[in-house]
């Protein structure tokens, strides 16, 4: 069974310009969960996605965004980049509605905002 | 305001014996928990969770164990090896919250040969 897939791997932006990363989760999985993690705050909950709907969503600014599709493929969008938005992005897919609630992470997407 | 806390940043172990990784959360409401390892420029990796109805869970070398009173959860790696020499993430869960997992800050553990 495939694992989650995220691409890009790694991006380089300017500042001020616009990023959408990509998230194929597990075949199965409905939930879609993004994470961010850097040195200085570790690994924060973004949002989460079931059936394309975003059911949960952290203490992020609204430069923040992302959807879901039908097949359960999951977009984040960063808008108006800042140096501060540099860090790893993390997707983590889980089967929601089942006894247990662990979620499996992809790779994650390096950024860097120049 | 830190609702998951790993207080050692990172801990050394010498390679056969125990390593205790602890945890401790604020949140009443967390009844999922849930450990991973994490390699550098890599997601995490599951490991092994615990529910609250149990105060204790094994899958190998690894147990966690729930002490819900003290609102504390620790991960024991028996024996140790170099290879677990990564980043260990606590996570806790509102039950069937979702996939939104609040995060400790990590410990990194060094298991030297």
């Known amino acids: 069974k495939a694992g989650v897939t995220q691409t890009p791997r790694y991006l380089i932006k300017t500042r001020g310009q616009q990023v959408t990363l990509s998230c194929s989760p597990i075949s199965g999985h409905r939930s879609v969960s993004w994470y961010q993690q850097t040195p200085g705050q570790g690994l924060q909950f973004l949002f989460e996605y079931f059936s394309e709907t975003q059911r949960n969503k952290g203490n992020f600014p609204g430069r923040f965004s992302g959807r879901q599709f039908s097949n359960s493929r999951s977009e984040m969008n960063v808008s108006t980049l800042e140096l501060g938005d540099s860090a790893l992005y993390l997707c983590?897919?889980?089967?929601?509605?089942?006894?247990?609630?662990?979620?499996?992470f992809g790779q994650g997407t390096r950024l860097t905002v120049v | 305001d830190q609702q998951v806390k790993q207080n050692s940043p990172s801990l050394s172990v010498q390679e056969g014996r125990i390593s205790i990784l602890n945890c401790d959360y604020t949140?009443?409401?967390?009844?999922?928990f849930l450990w991973y390892k994490k390699y550098p420029a890599e997601g995490p990796t599951f490991l092994i969770s615990?529910?609250?109805?149990?105060d204790k869970n094994e899958d190998g070398r690894f147990t966690v164990f729930l002490n819900k009173s003290a609102k504390h959860l620790s991960l024991h790696i028996v024996p140790s090896q170099p290879g677990d020499s990564a980043v260990y993430f606590c996570?806790?869960?509102?039950?069937?919250?979702?996939?939104?997992?609040?995060f400790g800050g990590g410990t990194r553990l060094m298991v030297k040969p």
């Open positions: 949140n009443s409401m967390f009844d999922y």
């Open positions: 615990i529910s609250s109805i149990k």
């Open positions: 996570a806790a869960s509102e039950g069937l919250a979702g996939n939104m997992l609040t």
């Open positions: 983590a897919s889980s089967q929601i509605y089942s006894s247990s609630t662990e979620a499996f």
